[in-house]
């Protein structure tokens, strides 16, 4: 098994849309490249002040899914030029960013990024090294699983397709 790290707005969609994926093995919700001389939580990282983003963590089995087939579900349901914005979701935590913890992942990450980024002005999706991750609170795990109709910013049509992949 193999973790790579989704930055994409709120966390409780991104977490349901991209555990729809087959291939992926376990999600979790978390706060991710922010200050580390803390332990966040979710009301110091909605502060804004000190660099978080909610981000989960996907761990997936690359012989059934490799990761630039993640990577490109994962750009289905974000906005990669909306800087700190996704849906309703407005400041630094819902930036979106891409974020890993071994080498062979990195190449792949940045040349897809790289990629990505041709032709899109205002292109702000961050690539780059894990430099910390703290799971959130339990009540952010599987929220839409237990919560269906609770808010989220991507689409019933977005989930389907990426459950197609």
């Known amino acids: 098994m193999i973790e790579i790290y989704f930055a994409g707005g709120c966390f409780w969609g991104v977490e349901k ?3 729809l994926i087959r291939g992926v093995v376990s999600t979790q919700c978390g706060y991710a490249n922010g200050d580390p001389h803390l332990i966040p939580d979710y009301l110091l ?3 804004g002040k000190f660099g978080y983003a909610e981000t989960v963590r996907v761990e997936y089995d690359p012989d059934m899914i490799p990761l630039e087939r993640l990577i490109k579900g994962f750009f289905t349901i974000i906005d990669p030029c909306s800087l700190n914005k996704q849906g309703n979701d407005v400041g630094v935590q819902y930036r979106t960013g891409i974020y890993w913890t071994d080498e062979s992942s990195a190449d792949v990450v940045r040349r897809y990024v790289a990629e990505k980024a041709v032709g899109l002005p205002g292109f ?3 690539a780059e090294p894990l ?3 703290t799971p959130a609170e339990d009540y952010h795990q599987g929220y839409l699983d ?3 109709d609770g808010y989220c910013h991507i689409s ?3 989930m389907e397709e990426l459950s197609r992949l």
């Open 146 to 148: 237990r919560n269906p």
């Open 124 to 126: 702000c999706t961050e």
């Open 45 to 47: 990282v909605c502060s």
């Open 17 to 19: 849309a991209i555990s």
């Open 156 to 158: 019933v049509y977005e």
């Open 131 to 133: 430099r910390n991750f």
